[in-house]
Nanobody
Framework: VQLQASGGGLVQAGGSLRLSCAAS????????MGWFRQAPGKEREFVAA????????RYADSVKGRFTISRDNAKNTMYLQMNSLKPEDTAIYYC?????????????????WGQGTLVTVSS
């Protein structure tokens, strides 16, 4: 499966952005999907994940209450609505897919990765 992330950009602190991740290729099977991010000089970290059906989600503590992950399986697309953005949210955001059943926050368990989209939050 191929993943294409989009929707990044420059926004002021307190603003909002919505990221999208479109899946193509072998999409006959649904996947656990996740968002990760990597800030300059830092390791890639978990942001949010969603189950195959969309009924279960998990978030990093740093984004709880501000970010919302969702998916539209009919469109093979996952979203990340980001509100109340902070300068520390600045990073390249990557979407990923995991062929396992359980929702996981572990980077190493994700099988497929998109190319990333840059989010820059100015203060």
């Amino acid at each position: 499966v191929q993943l294409q992330a989009s929707g990044g950009g420059l926004v002021q602190a307190g603003g909002s952005l919505r990221l999208s991740c479109a899946a193509s290729g072998r999409t006959d099977s649904t996947y656990v999907m996740g968002w990760f991010r990597q800030a300059p000089g830092k390791e890639r970290e978990f942001v949010a994940a969603i189950s195959r059906s969309g009924g279960s989600t998990r978030y990093a503590d740093s984004v709880k209450g501000r970010f919302t992950i969702s998916r539209d399986n009919a469109k093979n697309t996952m979203y990340l609505q980001m509100n109340s953005l902070k300068p520390e949210d600045t990073a390249i955001y990557y979407c990923a897919a995991d062929s396992a059943v359980a929702v996981t926050t572990t980077i190493e368990l994700y099988d497929y990765w998109g190319q990333g989209t840059l989010v820059t939050v100015s203060s």
